[in-house]
């Protein structure tokens, strides 16, 4: 060893020293690594990161006021909204000239939706207004304030402009306020009216539902994925292809046939009545509510459970039982103590995919799921595809992201990440 | 948004080559509508004439549901694959307030009727848009069990309501328009009220307070198809829905179902052009539009499925069922006899306080 040390550092076949050398070969190693793995990253860049993020970043924008009204809003800023009075001819007269020019580029209307999301109303003082103003004369036809009230009398409603103030600033916090059953009030965020409050509400719900049936799922499956582990590979084949068989029917198939089982005149109720366990007129009610919507759930999300806990548990091997019997352990002890904790790693998999299916879930909910049983995913797709209010589904769908996270945080913690294996 | 752009770029010029093959694209165009029954009688009506008299291809897609999220999403990629959409009357109003649809001079670029009335004149009220050219008028109305509702059937739409008189379970659609108007209406407000009762907070907690009488008998639908299903199945006694899938329910599969005209509430279904198309597409957009619109055409429509023509001079051409052979019209909603007592929904209020009654109802449905 000494002999080495004397002779400086150690060099490679060509001379350099070995530790460049080596560490040369390693980043091309890597670049040649990541160069393999440029187009998946790529990829997914663009077409998963980019544009969720660009989805995300709609929860807080909200420049189309002070781009479509850019003359009022400069107006606006002295303008006290407390004071009771509607604003100024001069206001106005800026008014009279953004609505032109928006009304002339159509986007006019756009504003007002916007704005109608705050406050009912607006939408339409907005359509009147524009439809007026494009046919004005804009250096003679004043007054202005006039002019509005007489379109539509909201014009002269102080709480209008207020809105209008309040939402001038190029971002906003009134999608995420909203997505929290909250809005901005004189004095800073307060609480929504009681009977407008709805989110929290439904988070919460989604929250405890999909954990009723991550646990339901964790019941059903773990007995099943056993006997799947332990029969010989001939019956656990045929046996697997009923576990997959769901896997290529389709969902609403499948959920249809949950309301032809659970439904009041349906195949359960039919066969209770029959055997004469219920009353013809008193019917279980298995539908249309939490109770539908978790049986069927459940049935649809089985297979990423059982899947996960079967490859698992076909590794833990059958000594392990078979030693700790010899040793005297029961046969609850020895499942208890020696085959479920090598079991673990597979409920912790099947746990975590099915929890996180089941709270971004709204089709099965919205047609089993009645009132009582939908999720906060069914109000984003609303606000999707229906209301057009693409802020506040972001808002609720960040909030969706960032509880997620914390969940896959404290469940990091308690459980470890490294517990979890799919085989 | 530049990043979008480039993206759509990539994504164009990746399609290019696939493009030069189908040289006559020029020739295609794509029709969105609802699917089912209903693309199928305009398929029969209006695509396949217009595809013998001008050899333009078109192709059929059936995502009407989802087409405003859709419109605005294609709007601002910049890349609108559509050429004609089939839209309810407030999905268009929503459309032209966005910008996303083209405005149009109703009366330069429809037909007049065969009588020389101009285009404005012969659809009338039902013009509720600057985009929006009307096709139908269709009506959300109820069905009821005939073998359920002993010897009394319903007659008005507040029976629906009555839960001693008519016991079992009623199917509503699962939005605040309509069962607001027909809870106030039954609560005693007059018709013409409805509104302006409507307007107030007070009205609003009313409305819902009346539906509240029936909140545990209620099973709340989303799809058209949905009460029609649970009226066969007899999991309910009565039910709206569009009339349409009644009437189908009734003619073609002779369920044990009656029809309750009462309070039927009137709705129109048409078309609009997305903004954005090229000057080409949409000459061809519009010619389709004039072709599928006249005054013939609309009433041949009728000739499959139940829905009233929107323009008033097609009302008597309206024949007798294709297949059936039945006479369409009194199974309409505009026939006199099914429309004595009408609720025609106003498009503007609700365009206004739609996300405000929205928000209330399902607040008051978690409940």
């Given at each position: 060893m000494?002999?080495?040390?004397?002779?400086?550092?150690?060099?490679?076949?060509?001379?350099?020293?070995?530790?460049?050398?080596?560490?040369?070969?390693?980043?091309?190693?890597?670049?040649?690594?990541?160069?393999?793995?440029?187009?998946?990253?790529?990829?997914?860049?663009?077409?998963?990161?980019?544009?969720?993020?660009?989805?995300?970043?709609?929860?807080?924008?909200?420049?189309?006021?002070?781009?479509?009204?850019?003359?009022?809003?400069?107006?606006?800023?002295?303008?006290?909204?407390?004071?009771?009075?509607?604003?100024?001819?001069?206001?106005?007269?800026?008014?009279?000239?953004?609505?032109?020019?928006?009304?002339?580029?159509?986007?006019?209307?756009?504003?007002?939706?916007?704005?109608?999301?705050?406050?009912?109303?607006?939408?339409?003082?907005?359509?009147?207004?524009?439809?007026?103003?494009?046919?004005?004369?804009?250096?003679?036809?004043?007054?202005?304030?006039?002019?509005?009230?007489?379109?539509?009398?909201?014009?002269?409603?102080?709480?209008?402009?207020?809105?209008?103030?309040?939402?001038?600033?190029?971002?906003?916090?009134?999608?995420?306020?909203?997505?929290?059953?909250?809005?901005?009030?004189?004095?800073?965020?307060?609480?929504?009216?009681?009977?407008?409050?709805?989110?929290?509400?439904?988070?919460?719900?989604?929250?405890?539902?999909?954990?009723?049936?991550?646990?339901?799922?964790?019941?059903?499956?773990?007995?099943?994925?056993?006997?799947?582990?332990?029969?010989?590979?001939?019956?656990?084949?045929?046996?697997?292809?009923?576990?997959?068989?769901?896997?290529?029917?389709?969902?609403?198939?499948?959920?249809?046939?949950?309301?032809?089982?659970?439904?009041?005149?349906?195949?359960?109720?039919?066969?209770?009545?029959?055997?004469?366990?219920?009353?013809?007129?008193?019917?279980?009610?298995?539908?249309?509510?939490?109770?539908?919507?978790?049986?069927?759930?459940?049935?649809?999300?089985?297979?990423?459970?059982?899947?996960?806990?079967?490859?698992?548990?076909?590794?833990?091997?059958?000594?392990?039982?078979?030693?700790?019997?010899?040793?005297?352990?029961?046969?609850?002890?020895?499942?208890?103590?020696?085959?479920?904790?090598?079991?673990?790693?597979?409920?912790?998999?099947?746990?975590?995919?099915?929890?996180?299916?089941?709270?971004?879930?709204?089709?099965?909910?919205?047609?089993?799921?009645?009132?009582?049983?939908?999720?906060?995913?069914?109000?984003?797709?609303?606000?999707?595809?229906?209301?057009l209010n693409w802020g506040l589904a972001a808002a609720l769908g960040s909030i969706l992201l960032v509880v997620v996270l914390i969940l896959y945080w404290a469940y990091d913690k308690i459980v470890g990440i490294d517990n979890v294996k799919l085989g | 948004m530049n990043l979008t752009k480039t993206l759509m770029a990539t994504t164009a010029l990746g399609f290019a080559a696939g493009a030069v093959a189908a040289e006559d694209m020029a020739n295609e165009m794509t029709i969105v509508s609802w699917g089912g029954a209903y693309s199928a009688s305009q398929l029969n009506a209006y695509h396949k004439p217009y595809s013998e008299n001008t050899g333009v291809t078109i192709i059929n897609d059936e995502s009407s549901a989802e087409a405003v999220a859709k419109i605005r999403a294609m709007n601002e990629a910049g890349n609108v694959t559509w050429d004609v959409v089939d839209v309810v009357a407030s999905d268009a109003m929503r459309l032209c307030d966005e910008g996303l649809a083209e405005e149009l001079d109703h009366d330069a670029v429809l037909a007049a009727a065969p009588d020389g009335t101009s285009a404005s004149d012969d659809f009338g009220d039902l013009l509720v848009s600057d985009c929006f050219v009307p096709q139908i008028v269709y009506s959300t109305t109820f069905g009821y069990r005939t073998d359920m509702v002993g010897d009394t059937a319903p007659t008005t739409v507040c029976d629906i309501f009555d839960t001693t008189k008519y016991p079992g379970k009623r199917s509503l659609q699962k939005r605040p328009i309509d069962n607001v108007e027909w809870a106030l209406y039954c609560d005693g407000v007059a018709k013409d009220e409805l509104y302006d009762v409507l307007s107030t907070p007070e009205g609003v907690d009313r409305a819902l307070a009346k539906l509240d009488t029936i909140k545990n008998d209620v099973v709340w639908w989303t799809a058209g198809a949905e009460t029609p299903q649970l009226l066969a199945d007899g999991e309910v006694v009565m039910g709206s829905t569009y009339n349409g899938r009644l009437f189908s329910a009734i003619a073609e599969q002779n369920q044990p179902i009656g029809m309750l005209w009462d309070m039927q509430s009137f709705d129109l279904d048409g078309w609009i052009i997305p903004a954005g198309l090229s000057p080409e597409r949409k000459a061809r957009a519009l010619d389709y539009l004039k072709f599928a619109t006249d005054t013939q055409r609309l009433a041949d429509q009728a000739k499959y499925i139940s829905y009233g023509p929107a323009r008033k001079s097609s009302a008597p051409l309206v024949g007798k069922h294709e297949t059936l052979g039945i006479d369409m019209a009194p199974h309409m909603p505009t026939d006199p006899a099914n429309a004595s007592n009408v609720h025609i929904y106003d498009y503007e209020w609700w365009a206004d306080n739609r996300d405000d009654l929205d928000a209330k109802f399902q607040a008051w449905l978690a409940k």
């Amino acid at each position: 060893m000494s002999d080495t040390t004397d002779t400086g550092p150690v060099l490679a076949a060509d001379g350099t020293p070995l530790k460049r050398s080596l560490s040369r070969a390693l980043r091309r190693q890597k670049m040649r690594a990541l160069m393999l793995i440029a187009p998946l990253l790529l990829f997914v860049l663009l077409t998963f990161i980019v544009p969720i993020g660009q989805m995300l970043f709609r929860s807080v924008e909200n420049d189309i006021v002070s781009r479509t009204l850019p003359n009022t809003v400069i107006a606006l800023q002295d303008w006290d909204a407390d004071s009771g009075q509607i604003p100024d001819e001069a206001i106005f007269t800026a008014l009279a000239i953004d609505m032109q020019a928006a009304a002339e580029a159509k986007i006019h209307t756009r504003v007002g939706s916007r704005l109608n999301y705050e406050k009912p109303g607006i939408s339409s003082l907005f359509r009147k207004a524009g439809r007026k103003a494009k046919k004005w004369d804009l250096e003679n036809d004043g007054p202005y304030q006039e002019k509005f009230i007489k379109i539509a009398k909201g014009w002269g409603d102080p709480e209008v402009w207020r809105t209008i103030q309040t939402y001038s600033s190029k971002y906003t916090a009134g999608y995420f306020l909203n997505a929290a059953d909250l809005q901005n009030g004189t004095e800073g965020p307060e609480w929504r009216p009681e009977n407008e409050q709805i989110y929290i509400t439904l988070f919460k719900r989604t929250l405890f539902m999909s954990m009723m049936i991550t646990v339901s799922c964790i019941i059903l499956a773990y007995p099943v994925a056993w006997i799947l582990a332990n029969l010989p590979s001939r019956s656990a084949n045929l046996l697997m292809i009923l576990v997959l068989l769901p896997f290529w029917t389709s969902l609403l198939v499948r959920t249809s046939a949950w309301k032809v089982m659970l439904q009041q005149q349906g195949v359960i109720n039919d066969t209770l009545v029959w055997l004469g366990l219920v009353a013809d007129d008193a019917r279980l009610v298995m539908i249309n509510n939490q109770f539908g919507t978790i049986v069927a759930m459940t049935h649809i999300l089985l297979p990423f459970m059982i899947l996960p806990m079967y490859s698992v548990m076909q590794t833990i091997q059958p000594t392990y039982l078979r030693a700790a019997k010899s040793l005297g352990a029961t046969n609850w002890t020895a499942f208890w103590r020696v085959y479920f904790p090598q079991s673990i790693p597979g409920i912790g998999a099947g746990s975590i995919l099915v929890f996180i299916l089941a709270i971004g879930y709204y089709i099965t909910p919205e047609l089993v799921g009645g009132t009582k049983g939908v999720f906060i995913s069914n109000r984003i797709a609303f606000h999707i595809s229906s209301s057009l209010n693409w802020g506040l589904a972001a808002a609720l769908g960040s909030i969706l992201l960032v509880v997620v996270l914390i969940l896959y945080w404290a469940y990091d913690k308690i459980v470890g990440i490294d517990n979890v294996k799919l085989g | 948004m530049n990043l979008t752009k480039t993206l759509m770029a990539t994504t164009a010029l990746g399609f290019a080559a696939g493009a030069v093959a189908a040289e006559d694209m020029a020739n295609e165009m794509t029709i969105v509508s609802w699917g089912g029954a209903y693309s199928a009688s305009q398929l029969n009506a209006y695509h396949k004439p217009y595809s013998e008299n001008t050899g333009v291809t078109i192709i059929n897609d059936e995502s009407s549901a989802e087409a405003v999220a859709k419109i605005r999403a294609m709007n601002e990629a910049g890349n609108v694959t559509w050429d004609v959409v089939d839209v309810v009357a407030s999905d268009a109003m929503r459309l032209c307030d966005e910008g996303l649809a083209e405005e149009l001079d109703h009366d330069a670029v429809l037909a007049a009727a065969p009588d020389g009335t101009s285009a404005s004149d012969d659809f009338g009220d039902l013009l509720v848009s600057d985009c929006f050219v009307p096709q139908i008028v269709y009506s959300t109305t109820f069905g009821y069990r005939t073998d359920m509702v002993g010897d009394t059937a319903p007659t008005t739409v507040c029976d629906i309501f009555d839960t001693t008189k008519y016991p079992g379970k009623r199917s509503l659609q699962k939005r605040p328009i309509d069962n607001v108007e027909w809870a106030l209406y039954c609560d005693g407000v007059a018709k013409d009220e409805l509104y302006d009762v409507l307007s107030t907070p007070e009205g609003v907690d009313r409305a819902l307070a009346k539906l509240d009488t029936i909140k545990n008998d209620v099973v709340w639908w989303t799809a058209g198809a949905e009460t029609p299903q649970l009226l066969a199945d007899g999991e309910v006694v009565m039910g709206s829905t569009y009339n349409g899938r009644l009437f189908s329910a009734i003619a073609e599969q002779n369920q044990p179902i009656g029809m309750l005209w009462d309070m039927q509430s009137f709705d129109l279904d048409g078309w609009i052009i997305p903004a954005g198309l090229s000057p080409e597409r949409k000459a061809r957009a519009l010619d389709y539009l004039k072709f599928a619109t006249d005054t013939q055409r609309l009433a041949d429509q009728a000739k499959y499925i139940s829905y009233g023509p929107a323009r008033k001079s097609s009302a008597p051409l309206v024949g007798k069922h294709e297949t059936l052979g039945i006479d369409m019209a009194p199974h309409m909603p505009t026939d006199p006899a099914n429309a004595s007592n009408v609720h025609i929904y106003d498009y503007e209020w609700w365009a206004d306080n739609r996300d405000d009654l929205d928000a209330k109802f399902q607040a008051w449905l978690a409940k």
